[in-house]
């Protein structure tokens, strides 16, 4: 099976920041990727690593350590609508995507 | 951008009906997959396919599921006779290449009664 673990819920305020931590045990890795997902609605995609190392996307940053089974997403300058829900999820092999249960973000004015 | 587009965007169903769920991926894509998220849950793997045939496949996919790319440009979802616990939103999504991110169509809610 596929261990990936993420916290449940976080709650942050407007022109904060959040870090969302993912680690994963898992039969295979190609490469890991964050989801945003609003509710009733399909996952868009923020990010993907593949490589040790923080990638920057504007607002939003993910790094990778590979060896520690670990990621995050960090959220910069939270606007009201970056409240959702965020996937991590790992390609275990050059198929299959599997994803965590989710972090629901609320972001409070 | 070019968009996974899913038909219906609602289905509902007697228990032990057939339904086939629609998708057009987009048209340079060449991986093909079905997801499903029970309301509340996680995203779940159900099937991926790739070449004309089905790569890899989810203990969820059992015989009563079934997936087929009739022609060049659909992909579809056959559940052969439901059971209540198939109520979820079924989510399509396709990805050009091997390292590339997947893109998910609007979702597919299917009630099961």
């Known amino acids: 099976g596929q261990n990936i673990d993420q916290p449940t819920e976080m709650t942050a305020t407007e022109g904060a920041i959040v870090q969302i931590n993912c680690t994963y045990q898992?039969?295979?890795?190609?490469?890991l990727f964050w989801y945003q997902q609003h509710a009733g609605e399909a996952p868009t995609f923020l990010s993907y690593?593949?490589?040790?190392g923080l990638e920057e996307k504007g607002r939003f940053s993910s790094f990778l350590s590979r060896s520690k089974g670990y990621s995050y997403l960090l959220l910069k300058e939270l606007q009201m609508k970056d409240s959702a829900s965020y996937l991590c999820a790992v390609r275990v092999n050059d198929y299959k995507l599997s994803f965590g249960a989710g972090t629901t973000v609320t972001v409070r004015a | 951008e070019p968009e996974v587009t899913q038909t219906p965007s609602h289905q509902v169903t007697q228990m032990g009906q057939e339904v086939i769920l629609r998708c057009v991926p987009i048209s340079n894509h060449l991986y093909f997959y079905w997801y499903r998220q029970i309301l509340g849950q996680k995203v779940e793997f159900l099937v991926s396919?790739?070449?004309?045939?089905?790569?890899?496949k989810s203990e969820i996919f059992d015989d009563q599921f079934s997936v087929e790319r009739p022609d060049g440009s659909n992909f579809t979802l056959k559940i052969r006779s439901t059971k209540l616990e198939d109520s979820a939103m079924y989510f399509c999504?396709?990805?050009?290449?091997?390292?590339?991110?997947?893109?998910f169509g609007s979702g597919t809610q299917l009630s099961v009664l």
């Open positions: 898992t039969s295979g890795f190609n490469g």
């Open positions: 999504a396709s990805r050009v290449g091997a390292g590339e991110k997947l893109f």
């Open positions: 690593n593949v490589l040790d």
């Open positions: 396919f790739y070449n004309n045939e089905i790569s890899e």
